[in-house]
């Protein structure tokens, strides 16, 4: 059901006031969704869905919606089903990355999306003092935004390296060592390793598409 609403002014005129109920309700609805892109040639939705089924495996029901710019939005019935997908990967279709990012609002579907990706990262042989949660967390904070360990590391199944999920920004250089230090002056330089490290480019400082590769310098690909 619709609903008529007075709307607000102000000085360039009249506006729809977005209050939190409209986010607070998006979120209900879209809060286990995930948008992904692939890089080069978009699949066809078919091949997408039997992809999902086949790689992704999820335990609830999904649905593909197509989006602009290239872009699906898979909406999972579980949140199990969407943090497996957005902790996995790095996910490829038909040899191509497969880029994934959880709904959100106000997320542009272009500019934002390629702006950031998560990746795997190594953190080889790790101070066993920094083997925490709280260690493990600043040292990869250093790198990007980290947002979860593998079950190894977390259970501590395996030393020779702890393994997290890092969201990196195309902006930034790819480290391969960062840098901490105890409140006693202690330097522990630290040795990182990349699962994967996707096609960035420098000119639009997005992922998808390498320097070489991007139509400011080339041009637009024509279509034969």
Known sequence: MVN????????????????????????SMWGTSIYIYVAGKRPYYIHLNAYIKREWKPEGKWDVFPRENGFYLVKFSSELDCKKVLEGGPWFIDSKLIFTKRWEPNLRLERDMLETHPVWVKLMN???SLWNARGISKIASLIGNPLAMDDCTRNVKRLSYARVLVEIKASDPIKKQVRAKDRSGNIYLQEIEYD??????????????????????????KQV
């Open 196 to 221: 994967h490290i996707p096609p960035v480019c420098n000119n639009c400082k997005c992922f998808g598409h390498s320097t070489e590769q991007c139509e400011t310098v080339i041009g637009p690909v």
């Open 126 to 128: 790790l101070d066993l």
């Open 4 to 27: 008529n609403f007075e709307p607000l002014e102000d000085a360039e005129g009249p506006f729809a006031d977005l209050d939190e109920e409209v986010f607070n309700s998006a979120k």
